[in-house]
């Protein structure tokens, strides 16, 4: 295969990305299926070194559940809407993982230095801002919401923050696997430090995560992909079982040890949504229903009846699709896993490192369908197989 692509085009979209997130973490949400649908033709008739089908077989599940919920949809005007912007999010996305592996696979030339040097300076760069806004009361912010009259909270940087946690960890673990461990230890640095200055929690415990299972690896390696499959599956299928347990033991100690976070608040959501999986399990209430559904709870740490979403996303996933969305993200969550295994040690270390953090993270913090989450999860992918393809191989 001839390989005629310049990296300049890649690098120009990874610096207008984190740009555009330190100004609305929204940015990656337009940006990526944006990309897609004008990309998808700029490589058309090239080849690509791997295929896409996998991401095409998830487009078309989650759009064939999506719609099958509508027939037993507890309300079917919100799973209709939702479904009317998902769709377009996820072909787009998908249209931009095939494009950007096809672009990938096309480079002209390896040029491992070059990346590492311009990926350490954009995120180094992008943290420093966050550090700068924080310290002086969000300047930046300001300027670009100046119609705002509700008080400005630190915490409008932890999407932000979030999104550069997720790009700079891999390129931490790319910059040790080929000898510049000053890059990594310097990025590190910039990383926790910004990471405990702000109120992200999802971000530190990241942090912890990340260190953890880097370290885990060099022990475990493959068993580590092996052992983290079994732990994710045992506890998405036992969640609805278990959350009502944890909650009513009382586990009031929390709030001591989290301070500045909503322990039993999310522990009260989880066990309520959890008992209205339980009173329909198979088939679910269909899709974007919890924030319309009337739940039987006691108000003890959460104000109302009603929530947004349940700030787990495999519970959302049990209360929108019951078992049969369950079985299809095992199924997909198992080739995922089966792929990874495969891979070389160094791959599969960086990935791994990315991964258990982005799984913990989804179960105690966001709402499955929203629109940054989704892109930066298409953008992740496309972003470690550039890793994987210009700087480890």
């Avoid at 509700?150 to 960890?169: A, C, H």
């Avoid at 609805?240 to 989290?258: C, G, R």
């Avoid at 999310?266 to 269909?286: K, N, T």
Wanted: charged share 10%; glycine share 6%.
């Amino acid at each position: 295969m001839k390989k005629t692509l310049s990296y300049n085009p890649i690098y120009f979209f990874i610096g207008l990305i984190i740009a555009s997130v330190l100004i609305s973490s929204r940015a990656i949400g337009i940006l990526i299926p944006v990309a897609g649908l004008l990309g998808i033709f700029f490589v058309m008739g090239k080849e690509n070194e791997e295929s896409t089908s996998f991401y095409w077989f998830i487009f078309l599940s989650i759009a064939l559940l999506g719609i099958a919920s509508l027939f037993w949809s507890v309300d079917i005007e919100d799973s209709g809407n939702r479904l009317k912007k998902l769709l377009p999010l996820l072909l787009g996305g998908t249209l931009f993982l095939t494009f950007g592996k096809t672009y990938i696979s096309n480079l002209k030339k390896r040029d491992a230095n070059s990346t590492l040097k311009f990926l350490s300076y954009a995120c180094g760069l992008g943290l420093i801002f966050i550090i700068i806004e924080l310290f002086f009361d969000a300047p930046v912010y300001h300027l670009f919401h100046q119609d705002e009259t509700e008080p400005i909270y630190m915490s409008v940087y932890n999407r932000s923050l979030l999104v550069l946690f997720f790009l700079t960890v891999p390129l931490i673990v790319a910059c040790l696997k080929t000898g510049k461990p000053s890059e990594a230890f310097a990025l590190t640095v910039i990383l926790f430090f910004t990471c405990f200055l702000s109120e992200s929690q999802s971000a530190q415990i990241g942090c912890f995560l990340a260190v953890f299972t880097y370290g885990s690896h060099y022990l475990l390696k493959n068993k580590l992909v092996a052992l983290t499959a079994i732990a994710f599956v045992f506890v998405f299928t036992t969640l609805p079982l278990a959350a009502p347990i944890i909650f009513n033991s009382e586990p009031t100690f929390l709030l001591d040890v989290i301070r500045s976070g909503y322990p039993m608040n999310r522990l009260e959501i989880w066990d309520f949504v959890s008992r209205a999986v339980q009173s329909q399990p198979f088939i679910g209430h269909g899709i974007e229903t919890v924030k319309s559904y009337q739940f039987d709870t006691q108000r003890l740490y959460h104000p109302d009846s009603t929530v947004l979403h349940p700030h787990n996303m495999y519970l959302q996933i049990w209360f929108e699709f019951g078992l049969l969305g369950v079985l299809t993200t095992v199924a997909i969550t198992i080739a995922m896993f089966s792929k990874i295994i495969k891979m070389t040690l160094p791959h599969q270390q960086m990935l791994m490192t990315l991964l258990i953090p982005y799984l913990a993270i989804a179960a105690v913090s966001y709402g499955l369908w929203q629109s940054w989450w989704i892109g930066l999860t298409f953008f992740l992918i496309v972003y470690l197989y550039f890793l994987r393809k210009s700087v480890l191989r």
